[in-house]
């Protein structure tokens, strides 16, 4: 149970009143610890911190005009992330324009993992750099700097990750964790990093270059960089606090007025208004889809997208990012419901300062995104880790603002293979069986950070308790002073006393979101979007409630309007008592797996190999007697069969199909596919292929993303019709790796649940009750 904190009283000083801020604003940078009308201003209008500041920067800008100068080859070195992705197009843009002479490289996520390899610089370095620059990465790189310089290559490091207990010996070395601690730059993500020396470069020179004295070949001005610095620094959490806070601030509107290509398509495709873009447009549409590559693919043509001046282009691999953000949802999706399976199997996980989960079928690339979305929910830090054939665990965590979570991993580095990261956000492996007390060590380190806060429960402090008519464009428009929000720098929780949910609605085209509308009791009416709230527990229309909201201001259709963002709710009034459904009679019928015994008006359920035997899920309705001749293949298809058919007596027959490995199980999907397109123009219900193989939608979608991902065929999925044609697709063996990894993980899940059901006994069959 979360408790809610109501705003803390707080007076405004007489020297505040020359600022001219709306009263909340001002209450709320108080609260923040903003208590002069100096620091209000600095925080406001934050003047720039010039590069120099930077230890290192001066002895970089030298070398790297240095190799301009000599027509070097230069290879800008990136990370496979959107701040590595953006940090990377960066540097090329600003290199490009100094005449250098540059290419870049980006790591495959399936092939490399983070940082810098050996065997993919070596072939780099026989075909002629002289000058390695990385970006969001290298701090660590101690091998491969020894390396480049064994080759008589230099190598200058931009990274913002910690350092290791010595640093690598390369030319120069720019990170914010090498300056004091409340530096304004100290907070910069890798992309702010890159900008810094981009920006030092840019106002360097004029260099001599084939004979002729320039600074910049196209003009380009630090400035045209900064929609680039937005969305690095947005997409990686970094803490919006500085230098860091002003650099997004400045970048999103310069990414409302973007001349890039490829941005401009991505907005088209997810049809997003560039001219209101805000920290949330980069957080929910941009910094997914760019993701996506890196994380289910090759994120090198992130650069060519960000870089491109050909439209068509841009087109293409704008398309191309939508269809892997399509899996990527589909991936993340199926590994937060197994992890929210687990919590809900092993609640004890809850009460422990972070929760920590793994499973052999989750991909690696979406573990990330999923652990955030734990820490969203649970308020506490998440490692999602990933147990591969050689029983060595890989993951991804994401922390809550106050825990350096790097730090707290850290402090197991006797147990650990190998780790990285920053304060928001961490990688790490080590052997499976060190899980146990990884976990303990992990919950030391963070107490000992935290202190008693750890144990305390979970809270939302509130900033205004607010009528919904006082919910204007106004209120909206001075809160955009405090903008952009994110880590650091949250945005205000307002919320409103007794209201009543009139209606739920889905929304969205995959229906994963939900927009609420509420009444207050003067009658005022407004929609909150909950995104991502599909499935929530809610209660019943005209219940009561209080609910917490941010707020912000959209144009929608060309008008300005505001719009609420779902936070929480809480009931307002004493609820009725519950009236809970009957338990079911149970019978057991496993043992005599004949029907002949069966009323004639029973519902028989049967799918995959024995569906002659009965009906298929698509096909049920309500009946007092229900037979489940098939095992279910999880517990989400036999609630929702026994939500359809409100059976008073089951029999349980819990004939279990024969059980496929994943190679099995595709060559199986594949026969059903051909099927399809030779007898039915490849069109199908998913429902319907799952039904034949007596499987999860999950496993069928996930089965036929993997033959697209191979080049089989092109498969477009929407609102549940599968649509199949024998056109070639590119082939992409890393995001078929990841999908293969899910697909197994899946059908362990199912083997799993039907052996869970055989070994029932009789007198336990009630617990399949207490499981719905």
């Not at 890159?194 to 910049?216: I, N």
């Not at 630090?222 to 803490?239: N, P, R």
């Amino acid at each position: 149970m979360t408790r809610w904190l109501d705003p803390h009283p707080v007076e405004i000083p007489a020297s505040f009143l020359t600022l001219g801020l709306p009263p909340l604003i001002a209450q709320t940078l108080l609260r923040r610890g903003i208590s002069s009308p100096v620091e209000a201003e600095a925080f406001l209008h934050p003047d720039a911190t010039p590069p120099t500041a930077f230890p290192n920067i001066e002895a970089a800008v030298h070398i790297v005009g240095q190799a301009i100068q000599q027509k070097e080859k230069i290879c800008v070195w990136g990370d496979f992330d959107v701040d590595g992705q953006t940090s990377t197009a960066l540097l090329v843009q600003t290199l490009r324009s100094l005449g250098a002479d540059v290419i870049f490289y980006i790591p495959i996520r399936g092939k490399e993992s983070h940082g810098v390899h050996i065997e993919s610089l070596k072939p780099i370095i026989d075909n002629g750099a002289k000058l390695i620059v990385t970006c969001d990465t290298g701090i660590t790189a101690h091998e491969a700097v020894e390396y480049a310089s064994s080759r008589g290559v230099n190598v200058v490091i931009t990274d913002h990750h910690d350092l290791g207990e010595t640093l690598p010996n390369a030319k120069a070395i720019i990170n914010p964790k090498l300056l004091p601690e409340n530096h304004p730059l100290k907070n910069l993500a890798g992309v702010g990093v890159a900008y810094k020396l981009a920006e030092a470069l840019l106002d360097s020179g004029p260099w001599t270059v084939d004979g002729e004295e320039r600074s910049t070949v196209y003009g380009l001005s630090s400035e045209d960089l900064l929609d680039l610095v937005a969305l690095g620094l947005i997409a990686d959490v970094a803490l919006l606090k500085g230098e860091t806070r002003s650099l997004a601030q400045k970048g999103i509107l310069k990414l409302r007025e973007t001349n890039r290509l490829g941005l401009k398509a991505i907005a088209d495709l997810s049809e997003t208004k560039l001219e209101t873009l805000t920290e949330e447009t980069i957080g929910f549409t941009f910094a997914p889809r760019l993701n996506a590559l890196g994380r289910l693919g090759d994120a090198n043509p992130a650069v060519e997208l960000l870089l491109t001046k050909d439209p068509a282009r841009a087109r293409v691999l704008a398309a191309q990012i939508e269809g892997l953000n399509s899996q990527r949802r589909l991936l993340t999706s199926n590994v937060y419901e197994a992890a929210e399976a687990q919590l809900r199997d092993h609640p004890n996980l809850l009460n422990e300062p972070v929760i920590v989960l793994a499973h052999r079928g989750w991909p690696g690339g979406v573990v990330g995104i999923v652990a955030n979305k734990l820490v969203e929910r649970y308020h506490k830090p998440a490692i999602l880790l990933n147990e591969s054939e050689d029983g060595i665990l890989r993951g991804s965590a994401r922390s809550v603002e106050g825990l350096h979570i790097t730090e707290a991993i850290a402090a197991q580095k006797e147990i650990l293979r190998g780790f990285g990261g920053h304060p928001m956000a961490a990688g790490m492996s080590f052997d499976a069986d060190k899980l146990p007390e990884f976990r303990k060590g992990l919950s030391r380190a963070i107490e000992k950070q935290l202190g008693q806060t750890v144990r305390e429960e979970p809270s939302l402090q509130i900033d205004a308790w607010l009528k919904l008519e006082e919910l204007n464009l106004e209120l909206a428009s001075s809160l955009e002073m405090l903008a952009p929000f994110g880590a650091g720098n949250p945005p205000l929780v307002l919320a409103s006393r007794d209201v009543k949910l009139k209606s739920v609605s889905t929304i969205g085209k995959t229906k994963e979101h939900l927009r609420l509308n509420i009444e207050d009791e003067a009658g005022s009416l407004q929609s909150v979007l909950w995104w991502g709230g599909a499935g929530g527990d809610l209660p019943e229309t005209e219940t009561k409630i209080d609910i917490a909201y941010s707020l912000r201001a959209s144009t929608f259709r060309g008008q300005k309007q505001v719009t609420l963002q779902f936070e929480e709710f809480r009931i307002a009034e004493e609820k009725p008592l519950e009236v809970r459904r009957p338990k079911l009679e149970i019978r057991d019928m496993r043992s005599q797996p004949s029907l002949l015994n069966l009323q004639p008006s029973t519902l028989i359920w049967a799918e995959g190999a024995d569906r002659a035997a009965g009906r298929p899920r698509f096909d049920l309705h309500p009946a007092d007697e229900f037979s489940i001749y098939t095992t279910p293949p999880s517990p989400a298809e036999l609630r929702q069969a026994l939500g359809v058919v409100k059976p008073k007596i089951v029999y349980l027959f819990a004939v279990s199909p024969a059980e496929e490995k994943p190679e099995e199980f595709l060559s199986h999907l594949a026969g059903l596919c051909k099927y399809a397109l030779n007898q039915r123009r490849g069109n199908v219900a998913l429902l319907e292929l799952a039904a034949a193989m007596a499987a999860r939608e999950s496993s069928v979608q996930i089965g036929l993303e993997w033959m697209a991902a191979g080049g089989q065929l092109s498969v477009n999925i929407e609102e549940g019709r599968v649509t199949l044609s024998r056109e070639q697709q590119e082939k992409n063996p890393y995001l078929q790796a990841e999908l293969f990894t899910a697909l197994k993980g899946l059908l362990n899940e199912t083997s799993a649940f039907r052996k869970y059901i055989a070994s029932l006994d009789a007198k336990n069959l009630s617990k399949m009750d207490d499981m719905l």
